[in-house]
């Protein structure tokens, strides 16, 4: 795959609405709300199902999985 990574603004900005704390589906589904594209959505899907408490445990979590 030859598509950059997505950073950190650009994910928190399909994020926007998320109400913290919030499950993983509450962030997926914000996301898709919010247009994600599929390589966010991608990202996002491959989350631990879990409570985040702030959007920087989101970029954390993300972080940890894009490597």
């Known amino acids: 795959m ?3 990574s997505p950073n ?3 994910i928190q900005s399909y994020l ?3 109400a913290y704390p919030a499950t993983k589906d509450d962030i997926v589904d914000q996301a898709k709300s919010n ?3 599929e390589r966010i959505m991608e ?3 491959r989350m631990t199902d879990r409570e985040y408490d702030t959007p920087a ?3 954390r979590e993300l ?3 894009q490597k």
């Open 16 to 18: 926007k609405g998320v």
């Open 35 to 37: 247009e994600a594209p």
């Open 43 to 45: 990202l996002l899907d």
């Open 57 to 59: 445990a989101v970029t």
């Open 63 to 65: 972080g940890s999985i």
């Open 8 to 10: 950190p603004v650009e």
């Open 2 to 4: 030859t598509a950059r």
